[in-house]
């Protein structure tokens, strides 16, 4: 039967779920703050507006009356979930889960209080005197993020008292929303970083990935691969944690729950009630269902027998340089031509530094070098120069 879905937030993420679900005969409406988002390319109709304005986000939903909502960024007023549920609407995974996970206060106080998971010290702060007060209280180097924020947006690491308020002014500048406190965290000494996407259904159990590792700059994934070796203790400890978590926010949908592996056992971190972007590594056929198509299912209702190993893969960003408009990618070519190689261009229609405008996926037999799969794909992104035409 087919369901009208809306989808709040446009970007590469809601894009590859839009196929997964048309390709299961649904119908979308693709929502973002501006026009021809990557998600809105590829669905049934669109709206342009500002949701956090919950006027607005109340308004589109009576006009298009949807049957599932899917939200796929922060910067929503997500506490009208809530109303939207009570009038029947799917709120994907849950109107509890979509709120909670888009202010990371709300989930890590459920993680560390409600759950008892071991999460880094932390301590809030609303002002720039009280990030100097939490910052003394959990020592130096800490960790500064606005409590509303994606893809390590307003993220920056502080390691001596001159860093406080210039940490303070990026959180304020990178935050979404109007949310001006941050959480101050301390340092973890990891020894690697997972994503354990999570999947939960409304018939069947509990499902997990095989974990994704990871590496960061400027709070943004630059390469995930997967398989990530793990420690089969340390395995089972995020396995335990993903689902008493997942379980406590319910509702049906994947999560990208991360988590930094130490010498003295797991630390949870953050989690995502929607696909990863550490998760595109999956589009290059590790598993016998991507991450979107896993989400699709979840989201419809419909049942996943078992998610596979198909493959060893990696996927490396494309990154733009500057600011402009009509990109053009040179160097695609060089990278199909390779063979075990693939390529996905979102389509945003603006660049700027560090913006996200593509991936390159590598791949070879499950029980291929997983690093070497990883070095091609740094090596092929290199390849591909963004050019803005305008």
């Not at 910067?75 to 109107?95: K, W």
């Not at 941050?182 to 974990?211: D, K, M, N, R, W």
Request: proline content about 5%; hydrophobic content about 40%.
């Amino acid at each position: 039967m087919q369901k009208k879905i809306m989808l709040l937030g446009s970007g590469e993420l809601g894009k590859e779920f839009v196929i997964s679900v048309k390709r299961l005969g649904q119908y979308v409406i693709a929502v973002d703050s501006y026009h021809d988002a990557p998600a809105q390319q590829v669905a049934d109709a669109r709206e342009v507006i500002n949701m956090l304005d919950g006027a607005e986000l109340d308004r589109i939903v009576a006009k298009h009356q949807p049957d599932i909502i899917v939200p796929e960024i922060e910067a929503i007023r997500t506490e009208r979930f809530y109303d939207y549920e009570t009038q029947g609407i799917q709120v994907v995974p849950s109107a509890k889960a979509a709120n909670f996970t888009m202010n990371r206060r709300a989930i890590r106080d459920l993680a560390a209080r409600e759950l008892g998971l071991r999460t880094a010290n932390y301590r809030y702060a609303g002002t720039l005197e009280a990030l100097q007060a939490a910052v003394e209280a959990v020592g130096m180097p800490c960790v500064v993020k606005p409590l509303m924020s994606s893809s390590g947006k307003g993220q920056s690491v502080i390691r001596s008292a001159a860093d406080i308020e210039t940490a303070w002014n990026y959180a304020q500048h990178g935050k979404r929303g109007d949310q001006v406190e941050v959480i101050v965290e301390a340092f973890v000494h990891f020894t690697s970083e997972i994503t354990l996407l999570t999947v939960t259904q409304q018939q069947g159990p509990t499902l997990f990935c095989l974990p994704i590792g990871h590496r960061q700059e400027r709070g943004d994934y630059q390469e995930s691969w997967q398989p990530a070796a793990v420690p089969v203790d340390q395995l089972a400890e995020a396995q335990d944690m993903a689902a008493k978590v997942t379980q406590a926010l319910g509702g049906a949908g994947i999560f990208g729950v991360e988590f930094f592996l130490a010498p003295e056992g797991v630390y949870f971190s953050e989690l995502s009630p929607r696909p990863h972007d550490t998760g595109m590594v999956t589009l290059a056929g590790t598993q016998n269902l991507s991450e979107f198509d896993l989400h699709a299912r979840a989201v419809l209702g419909l049942p996943i027998a078992a998610i596979t190993h198909e493959r060893n893969g990696a996927s490396a960003v494309i990154l733009a340089d500057r600011e402009g408009s009509e990109p053009v990618f040179t160097g695609v070519a060089e990278v199909l031509s390779q063979p075990n190689a693939d390529i996905r261009l979102f389509g945003k229609p603006t660049t700027r530094p560090y913006r996200r405008m593509g991936v390159v996926l590598t791949y070879d037999k499950p029980d291929a070098d997983v690093e070497a799969i990883k070095a091609r794909a740094i090596a092929l992104a290199r390849l591909v120069k963004v050019e803005p035409s305008k």
